[in-house]
């Protein structure tokens, strides 16, 4: 029992050191975003004069709020294409028979192992070819099609582990396929659907490399490629740095601390389905 014991406290105080070196450069992160310029450069952890002007001048003058909207566009719609086509597509392989059912499913899970920096070179030629290279549209398609092979496991998951009785019982009530996915099989997954929200919500706000070689007009920058317009100035100002930093980040955590419940159990009964 004792020996149980020890072998948990170092477990524990491994974890506890861990994290801390996990924190640390976030930390730092929150606090040189209240700190001025010549402060920052001191190399103090804490500030010495606390201020906000960083933040409002970060957000104001280097025009951030048009950042932060087009962020929230092309978040926006991935998230809402991914749940409408993916939630349907997910529902035909958990729930419907037809040929080829089972091959065309593993396909898609098989493309989690496909790295995608493989496919950069041919989506920035496929969108060129349709036009769209350059918009927040050739940012969402490409997206929305990443997320493929995840979403389809985890939903495919989730509307498996619902029992079939409760589908043969909606349609003897004479509900079509339609109205039981949206009345059955949506609302007993919820906690899935909220899952996957996050899970591409999250890398696709922070999505920087294909953004960066598609999108070259700064009135349709996201937030990656304004705080890279901060680092690459000619004399950086790491305050400002942070406090974009800063900004950037908030709503993810915001998002995933009021999203966490749904989040945790939708993850925990997609796998377990």
Known sequence: M??????????????????????????????GAFKSRSEILEGRFLPRDFTLDTLTQTWGRLHFFDYFLNSLK????????????????????????????????????????????????????????????????????????????????????????????MREAARSDGASEARIFWSVYLPLSRPAHVTVAVLTAVPTWNEYVLTRVSISDPSRYTLPLGLESLISSEVPRY???????????????????????????????ALKG
Do not use: C
């Not at 020890?6 to 994290?19: H, I, K, Q, S």
């Not at 955590?253 to 989040?263: A, E, G, K, N, W």
């Open 2 to 31: 004792t020996g149980r014991r020890v072998v948990r406290a170092v477990v524990f105080a491994a974890l506890f050191v861990y994290a801390l070196i996990s924190l640390y450069p976030f930390l730092w992160m929150v606090s």
């Open 239 to 269: 305050n400002e740095v942070m406090a974009a930093s800063l900004i950037i980040v908030i709503p993810v955590i915001v998002l995933f601390l009021f999203l966490q419940r749904y989040f945790v159990n939708g993850l925990v009964g």
């Open 74 to 165: 092309v978040t926006g719609l991935t998230v809402l294409g991914v749940l409408v086509v993916y939630s349907l597509a997910s529902y035909a392989f958990a729930v419907l028979d037809f040929p080829g059912r089972r091959i065309l499913y593993w396909f898609f899970v098989a493309l989690l192992f496909v790295p995608g920096i493989t496919m950069l070179l041919p989506v920035v030629i496929l969108e060129k070819q349709l036009g769209v290279l350059g918009t927040h549209i050739g940012l969402v398609l490409p997206f929305v099609n990443g997320t493929a092979p995840l979403t389809v496991l985890l939903l495919t998951n989730a509307y498996g582990s619902i029992p079939r009785e």
